[in-house]
């Protein structure tokens, strides 16, 4: 039911219709409606469910690359990493992940468009990875007055810079990715520098996705201290996915919920980080959903069955046994 307050504003629900107040407007809404999910769309919803929380893992492993992200990088993720997955036409829909889909997809991602890494760092970069999984990035040359565009009024005379390079494996099978290493290139004021090949050190497992960013840093020098401050801000802060290569040999879909411990990975308790990620309990969700759907309509196919066809005016004769 409907009322009128003293305002002469309208509260409540007249029918299908609900009215409320909102910063001194009156709101009319109408109310939901349910209606029933086809299989398609539940498989949808799943898919794009367990891309968002891979996404998040993403932009969670990568932090100390981006450091301040805006406010789109959530959405924009998301959307790269289900169009990854729906790219591989092969895996049945709501049962694949990324270690199924089209990481390529996923190159060039800006984690802060505002400062768009292409446009602020003019370098040239090719990333492969050998045989033995060792992962490399191939820089060109750089001329750092010329070949970065830095903030209003920030002097590159007196700024040092810093293009970091990080390299993260996922295992989102197992719910853990590591990190196998950052390489940092600093460079002070306006300096000229040929190109070169930066190789991680450690290589990426065979059960594993990979992922390498590139980022650009700025520091304000303090003379009296020798000390760097970190210029960087929400309005300037480059960084992109610059490389993706997928797992060789992912590890087998989980049958039950995952239990992972840092101590299943001995030697490595420093840079295995435990994911929170749903993905896997979405498709086994799935599995039971329509598991259940199945012996139910298995059932009413049987009840029907044992049901004799008894039309009006129809004689039935009842044998005695």
């Known amino acids: 039911m409907a009322t009128i307050d003293k305002k002469g504003m309208v509260h409540g629900t ?30 949808s919803a799943t898919e794009f469910g367990l891309s968002s929380s891979a996404a998040a893992v993403i932009r969670n492993a990568f932090e100390p690359a981006y450091f301040f992200k805006d406010g789109t990088a959530a959405y924009r993720s998301t959307q790269l990493a289900y169009r990854s997955i729906l790219n591989n036409v092969s895996g049945e829909k709501g049962k694949r992940d990324l270690h199924d889909g089209d990481l390529s997809l996923m190159n060039e991602m800006d984690f ?23 992962v490399s990035v191939t820089l060109g040359p750089l001329n750092t007055q010329t070949g970065i565009k830095r903030p209003k009024n920030a002097s590159g005379a007196y700024i040092k810079h ?14 853990y990715y590591e990190n196998l290493g950052v390489k940092d290139l600093d460079l002070e004021g306006y300096q000229t ?5 930066i190789t991680f050190t450690e290589a990426v497992p065979k059960d594993c ?28 802060s480059p960084c992109a996915i610059i ?9 087998d879909y989980p049958k039950k919920e995952v239990d992972t411990q840092l101590s299943d990975y001995p030697g490595k308790e420093e840079k295995i980080k435990l994911m929170f ?27 029907k069955q044992m049901i004799p066809e008894v039309l009006p005016g129809k004689r039935v004769s009842f044998k005695k046994s």
């Open 14 to 43: 007249a029918g299908s219709v609900i009215y409320r107040e909102y910063r001194g407007k009156n709101i009319i809404q109408g109310k939901a409606k349910k209606f029933k999910q086809t299989e398609k769309t539940i498989r």
């Open 112 to 134: 802060n468009t505002t400062s768009k890494l292409h446009e602020v760092l003019q370098i040239s970069h090719d990333v492969s990875k050998n045989a033995n999984g060792k």
């Open 162 to 175: 810093r293009i970091r390079l990080m390299l993260v494996a996922f295992n989102f099978r197992e719910e």
């Open 193 to 197: 520098i040929d190109g070169q090949v």
């Open 209 to 236: 996705l990979a992922m390498v960013s590139m980022s650009l840093m700025l520091y304000s020098k303090i003379s009296q201290t020798n000390e760097s401050i970190l210029m960087n801000s929400k309005e300037f």
């Open 243 to 251: 490389g993706t290569f997928q797992s060789e040999q992912p590890s």
């Open 277 to 303: 990620y749903k993905g896997n309990l979405l498709m086994m969700g799935l599995d039971s959903r329509f598991g259940k759907q199945a012996m139910l309509n298995s059932k009413t196919v049987k009840s």
